[in-house]
């Protein structure tokens, strides 16, 4: 018998839908059947791409008797915190602030008016190490719930109490200046690691937000100390293990410092924001490699995650079938020695061997290894290696791949679209640039309304019924931004406008400035989310206030400026304190410091061939956060065109910052020394 779940959007809440726990989908209804039945609420909070997750769920939501007594005791209530990132917050404060720790899956026990009293994570179906087993804890907050209810209705009042007294004002509502951009840059070179790149010790994660920082405070400042860390992290992890270096793309974290061993998983946003990192990095290095990295993770987002409406997928698993039928981590992406004989003949497989660090011992379980890249003095054939490539490529396909989360988010398509705009325009890859207009229109057929408001996410052309978050507004924003940008279509620009004027409305605070995950008139939780610091994604915050930034260079808006600077506040007070958590919010302040430009390119025509040098020179500019309108003289696509004439009759450009213009120009080269961020 099918539970609740069955006709959910979530892939995660449908691996569910035919577990003998009676489960119901986070909804009104399921506190008020808690209310008439007397009893507490479990919360079970994970995603189809969590390892753990899926242990739990098999080990005790698929157990007949577990199940019998969640259904006789609780009201259980299944959570996707990719659809609800909302709740997951607030009750993932609670457990941290209870345990001082978290994670997935998260286990939470509730009154009926949704206040926790009782946390956790994984539970066991056994005890061990130090561990209750889960139905201990069942039986443990049963018992209590019956015989010390007043006891639990006071912790669990006390808990919300104490939640809601941790509300922080995040700064001064002023943006940051050179010196704390300076301290955030000390900070970050106190927790760089020399010897392997990237910050702080296992597990290590991509810090690609961080990244973007390093970059654009180089461009501003000439700074090479700030290059080089984003240049060694880049190459370390492009040649470690966590990049797929037979397909493209990157897993979700290291579990080791030196990048070998991935947590499998790959997500749509991890590779839409280091894509783009490895595209700026080329952009301001010229480095090959960035440029290889930047086109093949680009490639695997198409390949991989697009789905059949021309969206991209949250995520594939970390799990596959081995080949017996058991489901195992990594199984799909590692390799034994006695493997690649198999595929490609002794001498082959003794040079892809030697190529990618595969050892007799192994990097991983069971003697194989994941491939890298490890730093060599040989010198190799190129085409060889890639006959390797293509060949061990073949045979992986033929493995059973992992499951693919085909939920479709708002936030991270925006930061997908964002990505394979500039990744196409930059690489001559129009196919890039069409995937993310798919993606792009994708959202606004079905993931915005007529008042355009956001629904967060969709599965297989059906939107979900989950309201946007901050984060959705915010990324979808950026994407539209650099959509504009590169295809020189201003109705992107306008879609964005919509966007940016619900954070003003319905997300900021009016007095303070300060923004809120949630909409003032999203449904209530026990409080209303809001967190400034960065995670796996952008905070919607940070990434707020650089939408807001750039939509007003585009648009001279003073209301998104003074909105954007305010937000900025909270960048200077966590900046300099914890740089590695706010990456996106440093890189939004370097270019309030910047300008950011605003850059006009206008021709006689849109596919006059020097007019489109033009375009492409003002998009490779390294200045932070440039903004760049392209379209033909007296078009009305973008504010920034108004009043450009051409010069002499030739295609011209315009480079305006903080209220003054330079001279304008006909010549690329004098236009990419003014994109230089240097020329303060």
Request: glycine share 10%; with cysteine; hydrophobic share 40%.
């Amino acid at each position: 018998m099918a539970n609740r779940l069955a006709h959910e959007t979530s892939p995660y809440l449908l691996q569910h839908a035919d577990n003998p726990v009676d489960w119901w989908p986070w909804s009104e209804e399921a506190f008020e059947e808690a209310r008439r039945r007397g009893v507490p609420v479990l919360l079970s909070v994970g995603y189809s791409s969590c390892h753990w997750c899926h242990v739990m769920a098999h080990e005790s939501f698929e157990d007949q008797e577990t199940a019998d007594d969640l259904n006789a005791h609780f009201v259980s209530v299944k959570v996707d915190r990719e659809e609800r990132p909302d709740v997951d917050a607030v009750y993932m404060e609670a457990v941290q602030a209870a345990t001082g720790q978290g994670g997935w899956p998260m286990t939470v026990f509730l009154t009926p008016d949704a206040e926790p009293f009782y946390f956790g994570t994984y539970f066991p179906p056994v005890p061990r190490q130090g561990m209750p087993s889960f139905r201990q804890v069942l039986e443990g907050v049963r018992q209590a719930w019956a015989d010390r209810r007043e006891e639990v209705a006071e912790v669990a009042g006390k808990i919300v109490r104490d939640l809601a007294e941790r509300e922080i004002s995040f700064g001064d509502g002023r943006a940051p200046g050179e010196q704390e951009l300076s301290q955030a840059l000390l900070g970050l070179t106190r927790e760089y690691d020399p010897q392997r790149g990237g910050f702080g010790g296992a597990p290590k994660f991509p810090p690609s937000m961080v990244i973007e920082f390093l970059l654009r405070h180089h461009a501003r400042t000439g700074a090479e100390g700030a290059l080089q860390m984003a240049q060694d992290t880049c190459e370390r992890m492009a040649r470690g293990g966590i990049y797929d270096q037979l397909g493209g793309g990157f897993a979700r974290y290291s579990v080791d410092r030196d990048w070998t061993v991935p947590h499998f998983e790959k997500m749509l946003y991890d590779n839409a924001l280091l894509c783009r990192v490895y595209a700026h990095l080329w952009r301001a290095t010229g480095s090959e490699l960035a440029r290889r990295v930047a086109l093949e993770t680009a490639d695997f987002m198409v390949r991989e995650l697009r789905t059949a409406e021309g969206g991209f997928a949250s995520a594939l698993d970390a799990d596959s079938d081995d080949g017996s039928g058991k489901h195992v981590e990594g199984a799909y992406y590692v390799w034994t020695p006695q493997q690649l004989t198999e595929i490609l003949g002794a001498d082959d497989a003794g040079l892809a061997a030697h190529y990618f660090g595969v050892t007799d011992e192994g990097t991983f379980e069971q003697g194989s290894s994941v491939l890298q890249l490890p730093q060599q003095d040989s010198v190799f054939d190129a085409e060889k290696i890639a006959g390797i490539k293509r060949r061990l490529l073949d045979a992986r396909a033929r493995r059973p791949a992992p499951g693919r989360d085909d939920k479709v988010v708002a936030a991270w398509n925006g930061l997908a679209i964002a990505a394979l705009a500039e990744t196409g325009a930059y690489f001559d890859r129009p196919d890039l640039v069409e995937a993310a207009l798919g993606a792009a229109d994708l959202l606004v057929r079905l993931h915005l309304d007529e008042q355009a408001r956001l629904c967060r996410t969709s599965k297989d052309g059906r939107a979900g019924t989950n309201a946007g978050v901050l984060e959705d507004y915010a990324d979808v924003a950026e994407g539209f931004l650099a959509l504009a940008s590169v295809t020189g279509e201003g109705v992107w620009l306008e879609f964005a406008g919509f966007l940016l004027d619900h954070v003003l409305v319905r997300f900021a605070d009016p007095e303070s400035g300060d923004l809120y995950d949630t909409a003032a008139d999203a449904e209530r939780l026990i409080r209303r989310p809001q967190d400034p610091t960065d995670n796996a994604t952008p905070s919607g915050w940070s990434a707020a206030a650089g939408a807001l930034l750039g939509y007003a260079a585009h648009t001279g808006s003073a209301a998104h400026r003074t909105a954007a600077e305010k937000a900025l506040g909270a960048v200077k007070a966590l900046g300099p304190r914890v740089p590695r958590f706010i990456g996106w919010g440093l890189a939004a302040a370097e270019a309030r410091l910047d300008g950011p430009r605003e850059v006009a390119v206008v021709g006689p025509t849109a596919d006059d061939p020097a007019a489109k040098a033009l375009h492409r020179t003002a998009l490779l500019g390294t200045a932070p956060g440039a903004v760049v309108a392209y379209g033909t003289t007296g078009s009305d696509e973008f504010p920034l065109l108004a009043d450009r004439p051409l010069s002499n009759g030739e295609p011209t450009a315009y480079v305006c910052r903080n209220f003054t213009c330079d001279a304008p120009t006909t010549d690329p080269e004098r236009l990419s020394a003014a994109l230089s961020g240097l020329n303060a």
